[in-house]
């Protein structure tokens, strides 16, 4: 499974977009990239997926170059509430390759 | 639709004890697995399944056994507690096919082991 590298916390306020960026160099080609949020004490949510371009669903987007090395899960407007860890994994769909290991995640803290 | 159910949702066991987390979904799921996560730190895999009846060992799988009898049930059995097993626990399960829809994890089990 390919490793992900993403910052450790980062810091915006209340009606800023807010760009993740997660470093996938060894990403296969049969490989998709989601991002998950936890707030805490609950179980991660499923943020998005995608394989290469861009996706983009009514909570986010998500930015993949040409290369797949890398991709940008981008936050509009966030709110207090977008308060939460955000995880990038990178993973197959079919068999045991769907399976997600978990980084230790980008912690994002929206202010006022 | 209820989604992922575990049960119970708080446990305190002594040392030494066994018992069984429960977890259910009703999504016809192929796919499902179970996590535990300690403070401040990420979620790892204990035992995944990719269908009845296949399991197979996550990051983390000693101490822990688990079975997949039907599509919807996937129980986590702890033989012997121990302290270092304290830690919240979840479910998760997702659908097979073309495009994966990512997983849905269930509300969690916090487990706590005297």
């Known amino acids: 499974l390919a490793k992900t590298t993403q910052p450790i916390s980062m810091d915006s306020y209340e009606g800023q977009e807010v760009n993740i960026t997660c470093s996938h160099n060894n990403i296969a080609t049969n490989d998709y990239i989601t991002w998950y949020q936890q707030f805490p004490s609950q179980g991660p949510r499923f943020i998005i997926q995608g394989y290469k371009t861009k996706v983009t669903n009514e909570v986010a987007s998500l930015f993949i170059p040409a290369d797949r090395k890398s ?12 308060t939460a860890v955000y995880y990038c994994l990178v993973h197959g769909i079919r068999g045991a390759t769907n399976k997600l290991i978990f980084g230790t995640g980008t912690l994002l803290a929206v202010q006022p | 639709n209820a989604g992922v159910t575990q049960t119970p949702k708080f446990q305190v066991l002594k040392t030494g004890q066994s018992m069984t987390l429960q977890c259910a979904q009703d999504m016809n799921h192929e796919y499902m697995s179970w996590y535990r996560q300690d403070p401040g730190m990420g979620l790892r895999l204990i035992h995944y ?26 129980p986590l059995r702890l033989l012997s507690a121990a302290p270092s097993q304290t830690s919240v626990y979840f479910c998760a399960s997702s659908p097979a ?16 082991v005297v």
């Open chain 2, 97 to 112: 096919g073309p495009f994966g829809y990512g997983y849905t994890f269930g509300s969690g089990t916090r487990l706590t």
């Open chain 2, 49 to 74: 399944s990719v269908g009845a009846g296949i399991t197979d060992q996550g990051e983390v799988p000693n101490g822990y056994n688990v079975s997949r009898s039907t599509t919807e049930d996937f």
């Open chain 1, 71 to 82: 991709s940008t899960l981008s936050l509009p407007r966030v709110s207090l509430s977008d």
